[in-house]
């Protein structure tokens, strides 16, 4: 073929760029370690790789976010620690306040370092984290979750909420317990009472314990059905059992109906997952008051007990802004269907809008909060959903008084605490009623420490499997990671090996085509004329 | 006498000739120039004494050598290349600025979503929430940016089309003068002038560059039209393309041809040429780009701004929108463009977004067949139907209504419902505050539940509808003054157990059972009241939670207003989930895509073209090339070939003198023996 010299200049200057931008392309390659320098290079490869970067720094946040999981969870879990080591103590306490050698100067010191503990307690609960805000009260976090009512009780007043966090693109874990959990859902082992029918005296005779919960479940299923129970002595062994409806179910308390005071362990009812104890102080068998002769049977027999749950209570108190003096004395369930359907779980605020009508709101009751109900103060009481409200007197416009409800399946430490520093400040010594009083205390509040305790390591046991499963996860998302890190390496990444051996081809026949050139490019007719 | 004569022809003859080989050496380098050779040939014989003597050489030509066929190719390749190198400039940094690190979507979006993660792990601190609005900005920002480089692309095409096609023009001009010269030149003299006829080749090889043109040789002239068939030079006159915004989108030059009687638009049928290349680039990549930009923008702005109205801020109150609102009456003026043709008093379309993951990245030519019926036809030539203005119905996730006069049949208007989105989302939230990160409701367990039953967080059943306006406001007022909401369980029985739902008046509003011990699905209506507590008729919201445990006779549960829930994340993690979940393109049985497979595959899609669009120009600079060397090899000077000939014409004319003083010799030899 003919060629003509421009074209033969031009031709070997156009092949020159090509080999030389190739070689530069290689070089870049190389250089920056990276394959695919813009999406034209290779379109599908660059999407995957926007695909595992996204994915690579999703790996990246939910390490982050394992970190403060595991950060908060170990707080929770140091301070859980500092609760259950307060609890145990105080069961301690309270074990060695049963001894009988016990004067009501002892108990009067074990109470103030019961106060120490519950004072401990409440400042764990209400504990902050490095943010400032409340550790236990669910997602109100800049709410106290615990605070002491006037009469010694305590509120609960965060939420169920728990924080979420993502760790996987599937599974999330709570950072976070909330005080719910930790304390409120303890079962309470004194729910019941025992009360003691007004045709005898009760001047201690014959005593029944309040009850002690020993199944939860039988309780539920069996005895909230039946109650309230009759529980009737016919003699100073034997008594007789009947349910609500008057059927005689003394066939399921073990011994059938008898007892033996004087053994140990030989009077107590176990009644459906009740436990209550029976206490005998017989005078027989010389009456002290007429000293005439009498048996113990005659002296225990047509003693009637009523056994059953202990009705709701309800903690009062008045704004202490009031204009009036008026104060809350009694309270109680009247309708049950308009107390369970109307009557808030925070409790409501009470307003008096004169002497005689009221507002009634849910707690807590903000400016642009809503009455729910409203009516007029009648015979010195009211009724609010169903829970009637005694007043000593007209209280003044304004005046706003505040209930809460506390039933009684559930206790948290913090009550069980205050309940057993006020029985144990309260005098006993030389008084079978407040001994009584004073036994039956104990044995729930042991209890009921017990619940609380066992709660309490619940929690943590949920903690421990929740940072397990952090620790799994992490190895799972080591493990992802470095598959990423892999697949984005062999789609993005410049094969360097390769990438030499190009180099080199290329270097080779850049260095040939210009030696060609310059050869070829001598060669001239002319300059042999 | 005679051999002086033909001495001197050989000597005129090899005269010329060792003109033309110095013309030629001159002219190696000459763009367009076609080496000459000279053609000779015998002068007629005398009959002398019964045979023919020859008297000699004529010069019977000075001669192009060229090749129509090969510069016919070389025409096309020509087009084909410049066509290709235009759209690959253009596509190489669209290609680099998506699928650059610093420059595109996909890493401000993930550290959007990393702040988000951030703000989940601790709602209630205000660094992260700050942090979380500037990642917006700069992912607003980075969207309109990129926007904004697509539009000073369109500019830039814009602004090239107007000098290139004054170039054509030039070139038109010039090639219609040279048929003219070519023709009076030829007339005279038999065949054409070669410079001119080289002129005009490369004059048409150079609007072969501009655009892909078609001679015709007629009459020595050469006729020179556009790939349909428009004529742009006719024997001496020359037709004028000019550039004018008549197409139905303003921001586009449309190319547009001149006769002295009329003008039309051939926008559509220009091919080749760098203006092919320009408008191919522009219909191809930079239109379907900033749709498939402005998609990923407004689907990211919408289901941001509902997610965040779902929730409460750290004020307790609902959420606010992060982003600007994409039915803003602003956004939804600008999505339609009418044609200029349109009956008089007409005005625009308004195309409101009605959902967003329905949206696909076409455009659409709406026409209307009377006053309230109108037909659509999608830009991939899908036909969606026929439809009345009222009630709007919903095309591809969008709806139109009138925003100014009535219309007339025949009235035609482009709906480009993503083209802008891109430029126009910024970030209108300014205080961090009001970013939406914590449920609307809760449910707690009362304190005094025996039971161990559970509620998940309760979820409005229905989202609320952001854009809803009025029926927002009562909606969320409503959920406001309506709750807490109660559930009261009764004693489990023969297997299920029974609930009731009583309102903040503690009045029934329902009842239901559930099976203790598994998980129930709820869904619970609640009747509306108004801020007084009194009923309002016929409005109702419902939620839904589940049920686990076994809750206990008369155990209770409130469903609240989550007023202070500071550290509630639960919606900051629904928000989260949109970084993962399908929401793009969830359209025709398509399972949809995310936000970021979304933008990756706009990536790839950009990528595909400029990878291809560097194959073509491979291609055709090939083809190009082996085009030129073809017409090289017939028509260009090569240096050797002339110093032969150049050698060769020497001796020639050295040989003619020997002729001439042989010849003289002859003569003198005669008179000296006289």
Same mark, same amino acid.
């Given at each position: 073929?003919?060629?003509?010299?421009?074209?033969?200049?031009?031709?070997?200057?156009?092949?020159?760029?090509?080999?030389?931008?190739?070689?530069?392309?290689?070089?870049?390659?190389?250089?920056?370690?990276?394959?695919?320098?813009?999406?034209?290079?290779?379109?599908?490869?660059?999407?995957?790789?926007?695909?595992? /970067?996204?994915?690579? $720094?999703? !790996? @990246?946040?939910?390490?982050? =976010?394992?970190? #403060?999981?595991? *950060? +908060?969870?170990?707080?929770?879990?140091?301070?859980?620690?500092?609760?259950?080591?307060?609890?145990?103590?105080?069961?301690?306490?309270?074990?060695?306040?049963?001894?009988?050698?016990?004067?009501?100067?002892?108990? /009067?010191?074990?109470? $103030?370092? !019961? @106060?120490?503990?519950?004072? =401990?307690?409440? #400042?764990?609960? *209400? +504990?902050?984290?490095?943010?400032?805000?409340?550790?236990?009260?669910?997602?109100?976090?800049?709410?106290?979750?615990?605070?002491?009512?006037?009469?010694?009780?305590?509120?609960?007043?965060?939420?169920?909420?728990?924080?979420?966090?993502?760790?996987?693109?599937?599974?999330?874990?709570?950072?976070?317990?909330?005080?719910?959990?930790?304390?409120?859902?303890?079962?309470?082992?004194?729910?019941?009472?025992?009360?003691?029918?007004?045709?005898?005296?009760?001047?201690?005779?014959?005593?029944?314990?309040?009850?002690?919960?020993?199944?939860?479940?039988?309780?539920?299923?069996?005895?909230?059905?039946?109650?309230?129970?009759?529980?009737?002595?016919?003699?100073?062994?034997?008594?007789?059992?009947?349910?609500?409806?008057?059927?005689?179910?003394?066939?399921?308390?073990?011994?059938?109906?008898?007892?033996?005071?004087?053994?140990?362990?030989?009077?107590?009812?176990?009644?459906?997952?009740?436990?209550?104890?029976?206490?005998?102080?017989?005078?027989?068998?010389?009456?002290?008051?007429?000293?005439?002769?009498?048996?113990?049977?005659?002296?225990?027999?047509?003693?009637?007990?009523?056994?059953?749950?202990?009705?709701?209570?309800?903690?009062?108190?008045?704004?202490?802004?009031?204009?009036?003096?008026?104060?809350?004395?009694?309270?109680?369930?009247?309708?049950?269907?308009?107390?369970?359907?109307?009557?808030?779980?925070?409790?409501?605020?009470?307003?008096?809008?004169?002497?005689?009508?009221?507002?009634?709101?849910?707690?807590?009751?903000?400016?642009?909060?809503?009455?729910?109900?409203?009516?007029?103060?009648?015979?010195?009481?009211?009724?609010?959903?169903?829970?009637?409200?005694?007043?000593?007197?007209?209280?003044?416009?304004?005046?706003?008084?505040?209930?809460?409800?506390?039933?009684?399946?559930?206790?948290?430490?913090?009550?069980?605490?205050?309940?057993?520093?006020?029985?144990?400040?309260?005098?006993?010594?030389?008084?079978?009623?407040?001994?009584?009083?004073?036994?039956?205390?104990?044995?729930?509040?042991?209890?009921?420490?017990?619940?609380?305790?066992?709660?309490?390591?619940?929690?943590?046991?949920?903690?421990?499997?929740?940072?397990?499963?952090?620790?799994?996860?992490?190895?799972?998302?080591?493990?992802?990671?470095?598959?990423?890190?892999?697949?984005?390496?062999?789609?993005?990444?410049?094969?360097?090996?390769?990438?030499?051996?190009?180099?080199?081809?290329?270097?080779?026949?850049?260095?040939?085509?210009?030696?060609?050139?310059?050869?070829?490019?001598?060669?001239?007719?002319?300059?042999?004329? | 006498?005679?051999?002086?004569?033909?001495?001197?022809?050989?000597?005129?003859?090899?005269?010329?000739?060792?003109?033309?080989?110095?013309?030629?050496?001159?002219?190696?380098?000459?763009?367009?120039?076609?080496?000459?050779?000279?053609?000779?040939?015998?002068?007629?014989?005398?009959?002398?004494?019964?045979?023919?003597?020859?008297?000699?050489?004529?010069?019977?030509?000075?001669?192009?050598?060229?090749?129509?066929?090969?510069?016919?190719?070389?025409?096309?390749?020509?087009?084909?290349?410049?066509?290709?190198?235009?759209?690959?400039?253009?596509?190489?940094?669209?290609?680099?600025?998506?699928?650059?690190?610093?420059?595109?979507?996909?890493?401000?979006?993930?550290?959007?979503?990393?702040?988000?993660?951030?703000?989940?792990?601790?709602?209630?601190?205000?660094?992260?929430?700050?942090?979380?609005?500037?990642?917006?900005?700069?992912?607003?920002?980075?969207?309109?940016?990129?926007?904004?480089?697509?539009?000073?692309?369109?500019?830039?095409?814009?602004?090239?089309?107007?000098?290139?096609?004054?170039?054509?023009?030039?070139?038109?001009?010039?090639?219609?003068?040279?048929?003219?010269?070519?023709?009076?030149?030829?007339?005279?003299?038999?065949?054409?002038?070669?410079?001119?006829?080289?002129?005009?080749?490369?004059?048409?090889?150079?609007?072969?560059?501009?655009?892909?043109?078609?001679?015709?040789?007629?009459?020595?002239?050469?006729?020179?039209?556009?790939?349909?068939?428009?004529?742009?030079?006719?024997?001496?006159?020359?037709?004028?393309?000019?550039?004018?915004?008549?197409?139905?989108?303003?921001?586009?030059?449309?190319?547009?041809?001149?006769?002295?009687?009329?003008?039309?638009?051939?926008?559509?049928?220009?091919?080749?040429?760098?203006?092919?290349?320009?408008?191919?680039?522009?219909?191809?990549?930079?239109?379907?780009?900033?749709?498939?930009?402005?998609?990923?923008?407004?689907?990211?702005?919408?289901?941001?701004?509902?997610?965040?109205?779902?929730?409460?801020?750290?004020?307790?109150?609902?959420?606010?929108?992060?982003?600007?609102?994409?039915?803003?009456?602003?956004?939804?003026?600008?999505?339609?463009?009418?044609?200029?043709?349109?009956?008089?008093?007409?005005?625009?379309?308004?195309?409101?977004?009605?959902?967003?993951?329905?949206?696909?990245?076409?455009?659409?030519?709406?026409?209307?067949?009377?006053?309230?019926?109108?037909?659509?036809?999608?830009?991939?030539?899908?036909?969606?139907?026929?439809?009345?203005?009222?009630?709007?119905?919903?095309?591809?996730?969008?709806?139109?209504?009138?925003?100014?006069?009535?219309?007339?049949?025949?009235?035609?208007?482009?709906?480009?419902?993503?083209?802008?989105?891109?430029?126009?989302?910024?970030?209108?939230?300014?205080?961090?505050?009001?970013?939406?990160?914590?449920?609307?409701?809760?449910?707690?367990?009362?304190?005094?539940?025996?039971?161990?039953?559970?509620?998940?967080?309760?979820?409005?059943?229905?989202?609320?509808?952001?854009?809803?306006?009025?029926?927002?406001?009562?909606?969320?007022?409503?959920?406001?003054?309506?709750?807490?909401?109660?559930?009261?369980?009764?004693?489990?029985?023969?297997?299920?157990?029974?609930?009731?739902?009583?309102?903040?008046?503690?009045?029934?509003?329902?009842?239901?059972?559930?099976?203790?011990?598994?998980?129930?699905?709820?869904?619970?209506?609640?009747?509306?009241?108004?801020?007084?507590?009194?009923?309002?008729?016929?409005?109702?919201?419902?939620?839904?939670?589940?049920?686990?445990?076994?809750?206990?006779?008369?155990?209770?549960?409130?469903?609240?207003?989550?007023?202070?829930?500071?550290?509630?994340?639960?919606?900051?993690?629904?928000?989260?989930?949109?970084?993962?979940?399908?929401?793009?393109?969830?359209?025709?049985?398509?399972?949809?895509?995310?936000?970021?497979?979304?933008?990756?595959?706009?990536?790839?899609?950009?990528?595909?073209?400029?990878?291809?669009?560097?194959?073509?120009?491979?291609?055709?600079?090939?083809?190009?090339?082996?085009?030129?060397?073809?017409?090289?090899?017939?028509?260009?000077?090569?240096?050797?070939?002339?110093?032969?000939?150049?050698?060769?014409?020497?001796?020639?004319?050295?040989?003619?003198?020997?002729?001439?003083?042989?010849?003289?010799?002859?003569?003198?030899?005669?008179?000296?023996?006289?």
């Amino acid at each position: 073929m003919r060629i003509s010299t421009a074209q033969y200049f031009e031709a070997s200057a156009a092949k020159y760029q090509n080999n030389f931008s190739s070689i530069v392309k290689t070089q870049e390659q190389i250089t920056s370690g990276v394959r695919i320098q813009s999406a034209g290079d290779d379109p599908v490869g660059a999407a995957q790789l926007l695909m595992l /970067q996204q994915q690579k $720094e999703m !790996l @990246g946040q939910y390490s982050n =976010n394992m970190g #403060s999981i595991k *950060n +908060s969870l170990m707080n929770e879990e140091s301070v859980l620690d500092g609760v259950n080591t307060a609890l145990q103590r105080a069961r301690e306490l309270a074990l060695s306040a049963g001894d009988g050698s016990k004067s009501d100067a002892d108990r /009067q010191s074990i109470a $103030e370092e !019961l @106060g120490e503990i519950e004072a =401990n307690v409440l #400042s764990l609960l *209400n +504990s902050k984290d490095s943010a400032g805000n409340y550790m236990f009260s669910g997602s109100k976090t800049s709410t106290p979750p615990y605070v002491r009512n006037n009469d010694g009780t305590y509120s609960y007043q965060g939420d169920d909420t728990q924080l979420n966090l993502q760790v996987s693109d599937t599974l999330s874990i709570a950072t976070n317990d909330t005080g719910k959990s930790v304390l409120e859902s303890a079962i309470n082992s004194g729910r019941t009472q025992a009360v003691l029918d007004p045709s005898k005296p009760n001047d201690g005779t014959v005593s029944v314990s309040a009850g002690l919960l020993k199944s939860s479940a039988a309780y539920t299923k069996d005895f909230a059905a039946g109650e309230p129970y009759e529980l009737k002595f016919v003699d100073s062994t034997h008594y007789t059992i009947a349910d609500k409806d008057g059927n005689d179910i003394t066939a399921e308390v073990s011994g059938n109906g008898t007892f033996d005071s004087k053994k140990e362990g030989g009077s107590t009812i176990s009644l459906r997952g009740i436990e209550f104890d029976i206490t005998l102080r017989l005078k027989a068998p010389v009456d002290p008051v007429t000293s005439l002769p009498m048996t113990p049977d005659a002296e225990v027999k047509d003693h009637i007990f009523s056994l059953g749950t202990k009705p709701d209570t309800f903690n009062a108190s008045r704004t202490p802004s009031n204009g009036s003096t008026v104060q809350i004395t009694g309270s109680g369930v009247t309708d049950q269907a308009a107390y369970v359907s109307g009557f808030p779980n925070s409790g409501v605020v009470i307003k008096f809008t004169d002497a005689t009508n009221y507002k009634v709101y849910a707690q807590p009751m903000g400016s642009d909060s809503k009455s729910i109900a409203d009516g007029v103060l009648a015979g010195g009481a009211i009724t609010v959903a169903g829970v009637k409200l005694d007043f000593t007197g007209a209280p003044g416009a304004d005046d706003q008084f505040v209930v809460g409800a506390s039933s009684h399946q559930t206790q948290s430490a913090l009550d069980t605490l205050s309940q057993l520093r006020q029985t144990l400040e309260t005098p006993s010594d030389g008084n079978d009623l407040a001994q009584i009083k004073l036994k039956d205390a104990l044995n729930s509040a042991v209890s009921n420490l017990a619940n609380a305790s066992e709660q309490v390591l619940t929690v943590r046991g949920a903690i421990g499997a929740r940072l397990n499963s952090v620790d799994i996860q992490t190895s799972e998302n080591i493990s992802l990671g470095l598959s990423n890190n892999s697949t984005q390496a062999a789609i993005g990444n410049t094969d360097v090996a390769t990438a030499s051996i190009d180099l080199a081809f290329q270097q080779s026949l850049l260095q040939a085509s210009q030696l060609a050139f310059v050869k070829i490019a001598q060669l001239s007719l002319f300059n042999k004329l | 006498m005679s051999l002086l004569n033909i001495g001197m022809s050989g000597l005129n003859a090899s005269q010329v000739s060792l003109a033309t080989v110095g013309n030629n050496i001159a002219n190696a380098n000459t763009a367009g120039y076609s080496r000459q050779q000279t053609i000779q040939g015998s002068n007629s014989s005398h009959l002398s004494g019964g045979v023919f003597i020859g008297s000699g050489t004529t010069l019977a030509d000075v001669r192009r050598v060229y090749n129509a066929y090969l510069d016919n190719q070389l025409q096309t390749s020509t087009s084909l290349n410049n066509d290709a190198n235009a759209y690959l400039d253009q596509v190489s940094p669209l290609d680099k600025l998506f699928s650059d690190k610093t420059t595109g979507i996909s890493a401000v979006l993930s550290s959007f979503f990393s702040s988000v993660q951030t703000s989940a792990g601790t709602p209630s601190d205000t660094a992260a929430r700050q942090l979380l609005l500037t990642n917006a900005q700069t992912l607003s920002n980075r969207f309109n940016a990129l926007a904004s480089q697509m539009t000073q692309q369109n500019e830039g095409i814009n602004s090239q089309l107007t000098t290139l096609i004054g170039q054509v023009n030039q070139l038109t001009a010039s090639i219609a003068s040279l048929n003219q010269q070519i023709a009076q030149a030829s007339s005279s003299s038999g065949s054409g002038p070669s410079n001119l006829l080289d002129a005009r080749n490369e004059a048409v090889r150079s609007l072969n560059e501009l655009v892909g043109v078609t001679v015709q040789e007629q009459n020595g002239s050469y006729n020179i039209s556009l790939g349909n068939g428009q004529s742009l030079v006719l024997g001496n006159t020359s037709n004028t393309l000019s550039t004018a915004r008549t197409g139905i989108d303003k921001s586009q030059l449309n190319i547009q041809v001149n006769s002295p009687s009329s003008s039309s638009d051939i926008t559509s049928v220009v091919s080749g040429g760098k203006i092919g290349g320009l408008l191919r680039y522009r219909e191809d990549v930079l239109v379907p780009a900033q749709n498939d930009l402005g998609r990923t923008a407004l689907v990211m702005a919408d289901k941001i701004n509902s997610q965040l109205g779902q929730g409460l801020d750290a004020n307790g109150e609902f959420g606010a929108s992060l982003f600007s609102n994409i039915n803003s009456a602003t956004a939804i003026s600008q999505r339609s463009l009418a044609s200029s043709n349109n009956s008089a008093g007409s005005g625009n379309l308004n195309v409101t977004i009605s959902n967003s993951s329905a949206l696909t990245t076409f455009d659409y030519a709406v026409t209307f067949t009377a006053a309230d019926k109108y037909t659509v036809k999608r830009s991939d030539g899908k036909d969606m139907g026929a439809f009345d203005l009222s009630p709007a119905a919903e095309i591809d996730g969008f709806k139109l209504d009138l925003n100014g006069g009535a219309l007339q049949a025949g009235d035609t208007f482009k709906v480009t419902p993503t083209r802008n989105a891109a430029s126009s989302i910024t970030t209108q939230m300014t205080d961090s505050n009001k970013l939406a990160f914590a449920g609307p409701l809760v449910a707690t367990g009362s304190t005094s539940n025996g039971g161990t039953g559970a509620l998940t967080p309760p979820v409005l059943s229905t989202p609320l509808d952001i854009y809803g306006g009025a029926d927002l406001a009562t909606l969320q007022a409503g959920i406001k003054d309506s709750t807490p909401v109660t559930l009261a369980f009764k004693e489990a029985a023969g297997g299920s157990q029974a609930y009731e739902v009583f309102n903040s008046k503690g009045q029934s509003i329902g009842t239901g059972t559930i099976v203790p011990g598994q998980s129930n699905d709820l869904t619970i209506n609640v009747p509306m009241l108004d801020a007084s507590g009194a009923p309002i008729p016929g409005k109702s919201f419902s939620f839904n939670t589940t049920v686990s445990g076994s809750p206990s006779k008369n155990d209770k549960y409130e469903v609240a207003f989550n007023v202070d829930g500071k550290k509630d994340n639960s919606n900051a993690n629904q928000l989260l989930a949109l970084q993962t979940k399908a929401t793009v393109g969830v359209t025709g049985g398509n399972a949809g895509m995310s936000l970021t497979t979304s933008y990756s595959r706009l990536v790839e899609h950009v990528g595909a073209k400029a990878s291809q669009a560097q194959g073509d120009s491979t291609a055709s600079g090939a083809i190009l090339s082996r085009a030129k060397s073809e017409v090289a090899s017939v028509s260009q000077v090569n240096l050797d070939d002339e110093a032969a000939d150049l050698l060769k014409f020497q001796q020639y004319y050295t040989a003619s003198s020997q002729i001439i003083k042989a010849a003289q010799e002859t003569f003198s030899t005669l008179i000296n023996s006289l």
